[in-house]
């Protein structure tokens, strides 16, 4: 991946520390948004790497530091699942975070798990078009994760919603699943503010590598199709994650004492 000036790669020395800086991000894009449009849109990401940011927001000082009447979150992607299943990102945020702040609960906006994915994918669409009415699709800030395979979000390798250019949100099955899912293209997702992926792990480190500093090769590696057209990417990862990186001056090692 060709690096610009809207690409930070910051590296943290371990999950915790990332976890704050993602927190500290989320903190400072909400107080920005809301100096500048009256609302802060964010949209979340899936599995369990940001359990540890999601428990730090419901708790001070983070807590403290958001006008959470003013805040409308969404999700990147989900899984086809009842929302009480131990499988829904959007159950996880609600357990650990979104519970315990004082957000509306008519802005809490997840896809629907009891439609037809089909259905669910049209109905999140609409959904998006009439909040967004009037105003460039743009979120604010869209936490994203990193798989080992290169996916982020629901964008899976090879996948033919990689080349969807028109819908906000596509169904996505896998011929290796019985679960299928919901996601927000990348043509959406391209047009936020800020693009924030969190990575963490020893497990990470090869597709991190390959992602950030091996050829441009998006079909098989999705996450490289991430990249704002007017706003700013940023990769904050912990260690071990980075552990194969190139060192060079596009990444910031952060101590804990920064």
Same mark, same amino acid.
């Given at each position: ?14 999950? $915790? ?20 449009? !009256? ?14 940011? &999601? ?8 807590? +403290? ?29 609600? #357990?650990?975070?979104? +519970?315990?702040? %004082? ?5 809490? *906006?997840?896809?629907? !798990?009891?439609?037809? %994915? ?5 109905? &999140?669409?609409?959904?998006?078009? /009439? ?6 699709? /743009? ?7 990193? !798989?080992? =395979?290169? *996916? ?5 390798? +090879? ?13 996505? &099955?896998?011929?290796?699943? =019985? ?30 590598? $390959? ?15 991430? *990249?704002?057209? /007017? ?6 990862? =912990?260690? $071990?994650?980075?552990? #194969?990186?190139?060192?060079? %001056? ?9």
């Amino acid at each position: 991946m060709k690096l610009g000036a809207q690409v930070v790669i910051q590296v943290y020395p371990d999950k $915790e520390a990332m976890s704050r800086a993602a927190a500290e991000l989320f903190v400072e894009q909400a107080g920005q948004a809301l100096r500048l449009r !009256g609302r802060f849109c964010v949209a979340l990401s899936g599995g369990n790497t940001p359990r540890r940011m &999601y428990e730090l927001l419901a708790q001070p000082p983070c807590r +403290d530091r958001v006008a959470w009447a003013q805040v409308q979150v969404f999700w990147g992607d989900e899984r086809c699942v009842p929302a009480d299943d131990p499988r829904s990102n959007a159950r996880l945020a609600r #357990q650990v975070w979104l +519970d315990q702040v %004082p957000i509306p609960p008519q802005q809490i *906006h997840p896809v629907s !798990g009891n439609l037809p %994915p089909e259905a669910a994918a049209r109905a &999140y669409e609409a959904l998006l078009k /009439s909040f967004f009415a009037g105003q460039p699709p /743009s979120f604010d800030l869209i936490f994203l994760g990193l !798989g080992e =395979d290169g *996916h982020t979000a629901s964008l899976f390798p +090879d996948h033919e919603v990689l080349n969807e250019q028109v819908r906000w949100a596509a169904e996505v &099955y896998l011929a290796e699943t =019985d679960l299928p899912r919901v996601t927000l293209t990348v043509s959406l997702i391209n047009q936020a503010a800020v693009v924030a992926l969190l990575v963490t792990g020893a497990a990470k480190a090869r597709v991190l590598k $390959e992602v950030l500093q091996g050829p441009r090769e998006p079909r098989r590696l999705p996450a490289q199709l991430v *990249h704002p057209q /007017s706003g700013a990417l940023f990769w904050l990862v =912990d260690q $071990e994650a980075a552990s #194969q990186l190139q060192k060079n %001056p596009d990444i910031k090692f952060i101590s804990d004492d920064a």
